[in-house]
């Protein structure tokens, strides 16, 4: 069975420029992580999904950053305008619910840089 | 959150077993403790978790202490394709949110 996919994997674009990521998380999965992780850190959860419903998005730079997910299964991620400081790689995650037992499953993630 | 503390770096040699520890003195007796690992180029996958008693599974043993101050995630033979950062992360009840700190970085020599 396919892991969770992400695309693009990579992203090069000017700054002040829309981008938008895609992620394709594991069939059956209800639950839908979007991380951002800087370099040389740990990721940083930016928005969950529980089906279509975002939760857990205090994190989300609202007046830049938007999220959907259509009938509770992909998800998108948009940037506009995008910043030098958006640079980073964006983690997509799923898992089977969210209790303390489950295992998140991420994908390979989509580095952006802003030029 | 409740916090953990690891180290940042730790070396170890080829074949040989490896003891990453981690501090959570602060945790609750719901928090579950959880490890993630991050490959090179890869998003982090899960290894491990528990609450009070050791657990081991195909990738790893998990050592937990008595009084659940501190934890740690035991490789019994490290392979160069071990090397990588390590997360320790408390999953507290009812958000159970998976937060991230700093990791420890593996290195493995062969």
């Known amino acids: 069975e396919a892991g969770v996919v992400q695309s693009p994997r990579y992203k090069i674009i000017e700054k002040k420029q829309p981008v938008a990521f895609w992620c394709n998380p594991i069939s059956g999965h209800n639950t839908l992580y979007w991380y951002r992780q800087n370099l040389g850190q740990g990721p940083e959860l930016l928005i969950r999904y529980e089906n279509e419903e975002a939760v857990d998005d205090s994190q989300l730079p609202k007046d830049r950053f938007s999220a959907e997910r259509l009938k509770g299964v992909d998800s998108t991620l948009k940037i506009q305008p995008a910043e030098l400081g958006d640079s980073a790689v964006y983690l997509c995650?799923?898992?089977?619910?969210?209790?303390?037992?489950?295992?998140?499953?991420f994908g390979q993630g989509t580095r952006l840089t802003v030029v | 959150d409740a916090k953990t503390t690891q180290p940042n770096s730790m070396e170890s040699n080829e074949e040989e077993p490896v003891h990453l520890p981690c501090n959570h003195s602060?945790?609750?007796?719901?928090?579950?403790i959880h490890w993630y690992r991050q490959l090179p180029s890869q998003g982090p996958e899960y290894v491990i978790h528990?609450?009070?008693s050791n657990v081991n599974n195909r990738m790893a043993s998990l050592a937990i202490a008595e009084d659940r101050k501190s934890s740690t995630l035991i490789l019994h033979r490290a392979t160069l394709r071990d090397a990588a950062v390590y997360y320790c992360?408390?999953?507290?009840?009812?958000?159970?949110?998976?937060?991230f700190g700093g990791g420890t970085r593996l290195m493995v020599k062969p």
């Open positions: 992360i408390l999953r507290m009840p009812p958000g159970n949110m998976l937060t």
């Open positions: 528990g609450l009070t």
């Open positions: 995650a799923s898992s089977l619910g969210r209790g303390v037992n489950t295992e998140a499953f």
């Open positions: 602060t945790i609750s007796g719901t928090d579950y």
